[in-house]
């Protein structure tokens, strides 16, 4: 990992570069396939302040000579599972079973955003481990869009498995199990 340093943050800290972390936020998902404008951004930024608060909330920071050049945030999946955001599709795609048993009160990974200049250097890697490395038992999870292809071959080269098939389409969001969640030998493959 090229020069950068990663720090865990509290959500106090994280609000505190609220700067910084959009302008990583703004530059990661900017591109295809998520093409998201300022507006997106500043949304970030209004979600980081409530996320900060939930049960579990953990982040983290890369930088490279002070500046920041990554981020990742993650908390606890909540019981019963929650039906705002995409939950309702993740609840959909591996059914309310194994929701309520693989996801609930697992670490959920909910952003990992990485400047265009710190990717391929293992940023994104240091990122992900320091916001799931206590994640309980090893049970963490995230999921992604099924047109990140990038963000997908990344999370598979780490180890993470792949535990629903996204839309017929090639839409949708893909979901995965963390490279140490104890249910990830109960997926059937290949995805």
Do not use: K, M, N
């Given at each position: 990992m090229s020069g950068a340093?990663?720090?865990?943050l509290s959500g106090a800290e994280l609000l505190a570069r609220q700067d910084d972390v959009r302008r990583v936020y703004a530059e990661a998902f900017a591109g295809p396939p998520w093409f998201e404008d300022a507006p997106a951004a500043d949304g970030f930024i209004r979600r980081l302040a409530g996320d900060a608060t939930r049960y579990g909330f953990s982040a983290a920071?890369?930088?490279?000579?002070?500046?920041?050049?990554?981020?990742?945030?993650?908390?606890?999946?909540?019981?019963?599972?929650?039906?705002?955001?995409?939950?309702?599709r993740v609840a959909a795609a591996l059914g309310t079973d194994r929701t309520?048993?693989?996801?609930?009160g697992s670490r959920q990974v909910d952003e990992l955003a990485l400047a265009t200049a710190a990717r391929g250097q293992g940023v994104g890697a240091a990122l992900l481990d320091a916001v799931t490395t206590n994640a309980p038992e090893g049970r963490c999870w995230l999921l992604t869009s099924a047109r990140a292809r990038d963000a997908i071959g990344?999370?598979?080269?780490?180890?993470?498995?792949?535990?629903?098939?996204?839309?017929?389409?090639?839409?949708?969001?893909?979901?995965?199990?963390?490279?140490?969640?104890?249910?990830?030998?109960a997926v059937t493959g290949p995805l």
């Open positions: 340093v990663i720090r865990r920071g890369a930088f490279q000579d002070g500046r920041p050049v990554g981020l990742a945030t993650a908390w606890t999946t909540p019981t019963p599972f929650p039906a705002d955001r995409s939950y309702p309520a048993e693989w996801l609930c990344f999370y598979r080269h780490l180890g993470w498995v792949q535990a629903a098939r996204p839309a017929a389409d090639g839409t949708g969001i893909v979901v995965f199990l963390g490279p140490r969640h104890p249910a990830r030998t």
